[in-house]
């Protein structure tokens, strides 16, 4: 930190909005930033452009994310399948071994 620096004077009226820097003596307040320039035609159009590209970011960015949802259920589809009919056939081949074992099927359901 630079020691030589003074700090900002924030002053402020009784009400608690902040004076205007630019009052009848500029100078009085060293830590103030210069009054900035007015801005130019180039000014207005890199904002407009800016705001249209931040814009389109944001668009992008949500396609983006609702392709990798599409892909990961692409991915995750099959994988679901596949599990769910290994799990019945071996369902399936547990039950028909124990018919013709004649062991009585009973599928029970515990209800809290």
């Not at 004077?9 to 830590?31: E, H, I, K, S, Y």
């Amino acid at each position: 930190m630079d020691q030589h620096r003074t700090p900002p004077v924030l002053d402020m009226t009784p009400d608690g909005q902040f004076r205007d820097n630019a009052g009848p003596n500029p100078g009085m307040n060293p830590g103030a930033p210069p009054n900035p320039r007015p801005a130019t035609t180039l000014d207005r159009i890199l904002g407009r452009v800016g705001g249209v590209a931040l814009l389109v970011a944001l668009a992008a960015g949500g396609l983006l994310l609702a392709s990798l949802a599409i892909l990961f259920v692409g991915l995750v589809l099959p994988v679901l399948i596949v599990a769910g009919a290994i799990g019945a056939v071996t369902l399936w081949w547990r039950i028909r071994r124990l018919k013709r074992q004649g062991v009585p099927i009973r599928f029970v359901v515990v209800r809290r």
